[in-house]
């Protein structure tokens, strides 16, 4: 599966839209980026996932470049609930194998 | 619907003990995960179940990690004997055939 680059920590205040890149300049055609969030002392919490077009459910959008090799999260209305680490994985559909690769992801800490 | 149950969520053991968690995944997830996460780092595999049958353990260090999930349904991970740099937090995840993955909060383990 592709590696992906993501900024270590960042900082949004809350109410505000923050958004969190991802790069993953590798990634093969049939791979999907995937987003899940961990709060502490939690497991990490499914978020998103999509292949080439952007997608929007009730906890944010994902914006994905046309080429293909970056992405952005969205968070529209930060809340101080949001503070978290998020991880942006890369990662191909195979049938029984959906197996997910962990990097260190970004710690979003949102201020009040 | 109920999410993924883990026991016991705290575990304090010296070196060269054994200790084992459980998992009870969501009702009709035929996949189950068990990862591994060090303090400041991602969580990493160790082994994946396809019902009752192992589908990948090649990051499971087998000379002192066990799992097994009986009937296809729970699952208990055993470390017998620990070392200190078994000192994590262990998940546990399950998934239905296709989709994301759901996680349980975890078992921290210190190993003292």
């Known amino acids: 599966d592709a590696k992906t680059t993501q900024p270590t920590s960042m900082d949004c205040a809350e109410g505000r839209a923050a958004n969190l890149p991802c790069n993953h300049s590798?990634?093969?055609?049939?791979?999907?980026v995937y987003w899940y969030r961990q709060i502490h002392s939690q497991g990490p919490q499914y978020i998103i996932h999509g292949l080439k077009n952007n997608e929007t459910n009730e906890m944010a959008s994902l914006i994905i470049t046309e080429d293909r090799k970056s992405s952005t999260l969205i968070l529209p209305h930060a809340t101080l609930r949001d503070t978290a680490v998020y991880y942006c994985?890369?990662?191909?559909?195979?049938?029984?194998?959906?197996?997910?690769?962990f990097g260190a992801g970004t710690t979003v800490t949102v201020r009040a | 619907e109920a999410g993924v149950a883990q026991s016991p969520r705290y575990k304090i053991i010296e070196k060269r003990q054994s200790v084992a968690f459980w998992c009870n995944p969501i009702s009709g997830h035929a996949t189950l995960y068990w990862y591994q996460q060090i303090l400041g780092q991602g969580p990493k595999l160790l082994i994946q179940?396809?019902?009752?049958?192992?589908?990948?353990d090649s990051q499971l260090p087998k000379d002192r990690f066990s799992a097994e999930r009986l009937k296809g349904v729970d699952s208990t991970l055993k470390i017998q004997p620990a070392k200190l740099e078994d000192s994590a937090v262990y998940l546990c995840?399950?998934?239905?055939?296709?989709?994301?993955?759901?996680f349980g909060p975890g078992t921290r383990l210190t190993v003292t």
């Open positions: 994985i890369v990662r191909v559909e195979r049938s029984n194998d959906y197996k997910l690769s």
């Open positions: 995840a399950s998934s239905p055939r296709s989709g994301e993955q759901y």
């Open positions: 179940f396809q019902n009752n049958g192992v589908v990948d």
């Open positions: 590798t990634i093969s055609g049939n791979e999907y």
